[in-house]
């Protein structure tokens, strides 16, 4: 079964500063790895993604992330935090093996709070 | 991107009534959707797997009396909650695949009193 876990449920960190959120991940298969980003009472955004290839992606609002297969993980980073990244995030995996149709799972989620 | 649009964005009903939620893909066609459940400060929970022209696939646990489906054509997929009951009242979320990728409507807030 897949699974995915964020350790952090509440991150704060003040504006300018580098974040890292982190995310590891069980898929049995090749994962497809996504990042989303949910502002309150709105739907997912998608940040990135990771299908194949290059194992460090790069996103939309200055964010990357980095699979890294023998860790199982799949963090995501931004140099310098603006005051409108906080949000809720999440990481998700999924992928097509044995005809699960793209389905994801999700992690619970990290709270990002931005200080002035 | 890919843009999903979902309406209503927040209704009210009262105890008993139904309620449909749209989901439509605007500018792509989507052969399967998601119907997802979020809870005040959780993640998503998945309900249902809607594909188009077929019986949609509930996950464990979703009465599929209550959350019915309808994907009736390629860019429009239906939740209707039935008899709903002040337990029902939510933030539902659906999302469209598109080239692999799921690309995610607004919600829809639904409060049943």
């Known amino acids: 079964a897949q699974s995915v876990t964020q350790p952090d449920i509440h991150i704060t960190v003040s504006e300018g500063a580098s974040l890292e959120l982190r995310c590891n991940y069980s898929?049995?298969?090749?994962?497809?790895l996504f990042w989303y980003v949910q502002s309150p009472g709105q739907g997912l955004q998608l940040l990135l993604k990771?299908?194949?290839?290059?194992?460090l992606v790069q996103g939309i609002k200055g964010f990357e992330a980095e699979f890294k297969r023998s860790q199982s993980s799949f963090n995501l980073r931004k140099p310098s935090v603006h005051w409108s990244d906080a949000a809720e995030y999440f990481c998700?995996?999924?992928?097509?093996?044995?005809?699960?149709?793209?389905?994801?799972?999700f992690g619970k989620g990290t709270l990002l709070t931005v200080n002035p | 991107g890919a843009v999903v649009s979902q309406h209503p964005s927040w209704v009210i009903c009262k105890s008993g009534t139904s309620v449909k939620i749209e989901c439509r893909s605007l500018?792509?066609?989507?052969?399967?959707m998601f119907w997802y459940r979020q809870f005040p400060k959780q993640s998503l929970m998945l309900m249902a797997t809607?594909?188009?022209?077929?019986?949609?696939?509930?996950e464990q646990g979703v009465e599929k009396d209550k959350f019915l489906i309808n994907h009736a054509s390629l860019t429009l997929s239906t939740l209707t909650v039935t008899s709903a009951h002040p337990e029902d009242s939510s933030f539902y979320i659906c999302?469209?695949?598109?080239?692999?990728?799921?690309?995610f409507g607004a919600g829809t807030r639904l409060s049943v009193l």
């Open positions: 990771y299908f194949s290839g290059d194992t």
């Open positions: 500018d792509f066609q989507a052969t399967t």
């Open positions: 999302s469209a695949i598109s080239l692999g990728i799921q690309y």
């Open positions: 809607s594909n188009e022209g077929s019986k949609a696939t509930y």
């Open positions: 898929y049995g298969a090749t994962p497809y």
């Open positions: 998700a995996v999924g992928g097509n093996s044995g005809g699960s149709n793209y389905k994801l799972t």
